[in-house]
């Protein structure tokens, strides 16, 4: 129809490279490198897809984009920006998706764990999901303008990360362009809006609610946890935040709030949800719980296509709705309408199964294409909407330190624990942490880099992020500030980035770790071809072609 042809599969080397960081983030090793270059048989590709879909690693990749939709940070955000303990969570979401659980059963667990019937403490870590938003310990501020504020942030996220819709543009007037109301805002904000919590709490306090994970949890239940040195005797606990409801007889009274002011409360509401999408079942539980079930519910029209347009941008770099976070009038529209209709039906009938919905995009001829076009294609179709050659854009910077640390052989592969603070520019945090808002009691004054491989060197994924000032090579590269859900990350092409990476220190130290690996290891080799030994180890194919 566009004029177009698809074009050749992919050269095996750059095939592999492409699939190494679609599923782990990391560039191939040079011994899988030699052991797919030299599988002939059929069924090489999906085998190479399988074990990388089984890899550890795979579940730090995913992780990562999960957490800009869920807004995970290290501290509480606003000016004072105090430190808080959410990494447990994050453990988890790595967990979960290396266990491929299914995505109705992951979501549910994140929204209403703690109503699950018995629900036990890894559920009910799990709900820590809504508890990422910003939290206030400033004095002065008004409890409940801010508590409002936490249930609108959730609701905001559930509109964006799972029904793909402004909702928050409904919560001052009716939806200008969606038929969802500002009465129906409040429906969906009702059920969000029983946590017992309060919008300001004291310095370095953990925000009520939270739940105590101590050693007997972590050798038993919840064992995937990489405490490392955080519970050195028996008697030592982590708070982490957690979502639950006040009792039936303590229970908030929701209203419409004019011009979502939290001091104006106009007409009440009960919970409930955008009739223009599906009225909630009248069998279903009215909470959160219900909530979650409604939302893969088969008659949900939109869940299981948000996820998969989501998940088809991760891998194509673009969704099939160019809009992932607004599925709404002022959406685009989907380029292949069937094919996401039919991917959003599959991937419901087959059990929510993420791993087997990924190994369908990988090893479909879409994917494997080449990347390479010629001009007439380029200028007919520059953006690739029609999908006649392979995915090719630029990498996030996680994707770009790690490929740096692990070829550099730099990079430590532990899986989990506490947040790590590696290299960053010196007086990162003074510049606003002077004593007229920071002192030692309130929190943390100066940034100050860890020692020791295990710390220096992990993934990015577990680099501290501090809400008010996030890593600024990060930022230079278009990761989100995580102050809101973010469900698509821009991609910019600026020359800071390359200043970024020409001047920072661990990708110098990584250069010149390379560099000594290289002539320890090819003592005997010739110049060219230590360069040539270099070049594949950081491009992960032979040098000669452009």
């Known amino acids: 129809e566009q ?38 048989f059929p069924g090489a590709y999906e085998k190479i897809v399988d074990s990388l879909l089984a890899s550890p690693a795979y579940g730090e990749r995913m992780a990562m984009n999960w957490l800009d939709l869920a807004r995970y940070s290290d ?3 606003y000016q004072d920006d105090l430190p808080r303990i959410m990494w447990p969570w994050r453990d988890w979401v790595i967990k979960a998706f290396n ?67 402004t909702m928050e543009c409904a919560r001052c007037h009716d939806h200008k362009y969606d038929p969802i109301s500002t009465k129906e805002y409040y429906s969906l904000f009702a059920f969000f809006n029983n946590v017992p919590e309060k919008g300001f709490v004291p310095n370095l306090q953990t925000p009520d609610p939270w739940i105590p994970l101590t050693q007997t949890d972590v050798t038993g239940v919840l064992n995937f946890l990489n405490t490392q040195e955080t519970l050195q005797k028996k008697e030592d606990t982590i708070r982490l935040m957690v979502m639950a409801d006040q009792p039936a007889d303590k229970k908030r009274a929701t209203f419409v709030l004019n011009r979502g002011q939290y001091d104006q409360p106009i007409t009440p509401v009960e919970p409930g949800t955008p009739a223009a999408v599906l ?83 990988l090893t479909s001829a879409a994917y494997r294409q080449s990347s390479e076009a010629s001009k007439a294609d380029l200028a007919n179709d520059p953006e690739n909407i029609w999908l006649a050659r392979g995915p090719r854009y630029r990498l996030p910077y996680e994707f770009i330190r790690d490929q740096i640390l692990a070829t550099s052989g730099l990079l430590v592969k532990k899986i989990g624990g506490p947040s790590v603070k590696p290299y960053q520019p010196p007086g990162l945090w003074e510049e606003i942490s002077t004593e007229k ?45 995580r102050d809101l859900c973010e469900v698509r990350r821009t991609r910019t092409s600026t020359p800071l980035q390359a200043l970024a990476l020409l001047n920072d220190r661990q990708v110098l130290e990584a250069a010149r770790v390379l560099a000594q690996r290289m002539i320890r290891d090819s003592r005997n080799d010739a110049p060219e071809k230590r360069i040539e030994k270099a070049f594949r180890r950081i491009a992960g194919r032979q040098p000669g072609r452009s």
């Not at 996401?340 to 990924?358: C, M, P, S």
């Open 279 to 361: 009225p909630l079942d009248t069998s279903l539980p009215v909470n959160r719980l219900g909530l979650s079930q409604w939302l893969f519910n088969p008659k949900n029209p939109l869940t299981a296509r948000v996820t998969v347009n989501r998940l088809w941008q991760e891998i194509f770099g673009r969704g099939i709705v160019s809009t992932p976070d607004n599925f709404g009038m002022q959406g685009a529209l989907p380029t292949h309408p069937e094919l996401l209709d039919w991917l959003a039906v599959d991937f419901r009938e087959h059990g929510w199964d993420v791993k087997r919905l990924l190994r369908q995009m």
């Open 3 to 40: 004029g177009l042809e698809p074009a050749p599969e992919a050269d095996k080397s750059r095939l592999l490279r492409r699939l190494c960081f679609d599923l782990t983030g990391l560039p191939p090793t040079p011994d899988l490198m030699e052991r797919f270059l030299s599988d002939e």
């Open 99 to 165: 266990e491929n659980m299914p995505y109705d059963r992951f979501v549910s667990w994140q929204l209403a764990g703690d109503l699950l019937p018995n629900a036990t403490k890894e559920q009910i870590l799990a709900t820590g999901f809504n508890r990422n938003h910003k939290i206030t310990q400033e004095g002065g501020v008004i409890d409940e303008e801010y508590r409002v504020e936490y249930v609108a942030d959730r609701t905001n996220t559930l509109g964006k990360a799972f029904l793909g819709l």
């Open 437 to 481: 808002t920071t002192d030692a009691f309130r929190g943390e004054f100066s940034y100050v880099p860890d020692t020791g491989a295990d710390k220096m060197y992990r993934r990015s994924i577990y680099t501290y992020n501090r809400r008010t000032i996030p890593p600024p090579t990060h930022l230079s590269f278009d990761a989100p500030m």
């Open 75 to 77: 501290t509480h955000g």
